[in-house]
């Protein structure tokens, strides 16, 4: 089992910064990748990859990519998601993922809310 503890969400300005922060239970060396979903509030709307680390590479979604840093600490066994220039469409809840052994694990999901 891995346990995921996500925090760092709130209230952000359009085109202003946050930070999320997901900590996770075991060993980086454990864990085959990390990364971040997010769900927007709008109805129908499908839980979007935002944002994926490994021990060799980052991925990121088309509509994040040059906003939105994903990094690691492995020493704290933490993952980052450093968000700027927040736009509203932003706004969704953020959930922290980690793959291990052909399992994946969830953070309980942190609220972002991009708005004036």
């Known amino acids: 089992q891995v346990q995921l503890v996500e925090s760092g969400g709130g209230l952000g300005q359009p085109g202003g910064s946050l930070r999320l922060t997901c900590a996770a239970s075991?060993?980086?060396?454990?864990?085959?990748?990390m990364g971040w979903y997010r769900q927007a509030p709008a109805p129908g709307k499908q839980r979007e990859l935002v944002?994926?680390?490994?021990?060799?590479?980052?991925s990121y979604a088309d509509s994040v990519k040059g906003r939105f840093t994903i990094s690691r600490d492995i020493a704290k066994s933490t993952v980052y998601l450093q968000m700027n220039s927040l736009k509203p469409e932003d706004t969704a809840v953020y959930y922290c993922?980690?793959?291990?052994?052909?399992?994946?694990?969830w953070g309980q999901g942190t609220q972002v809310t991009v708005s004036s």
């Open positions: 075991t060993s980086m060396f454990r864990i085959n990748a």
């Open positions: 993922y980690a793959d291990r052994s052909g399992d994946r694990y």
């Open positions: 944002a994926t680390i490994t021990s060799g590479s980052t």
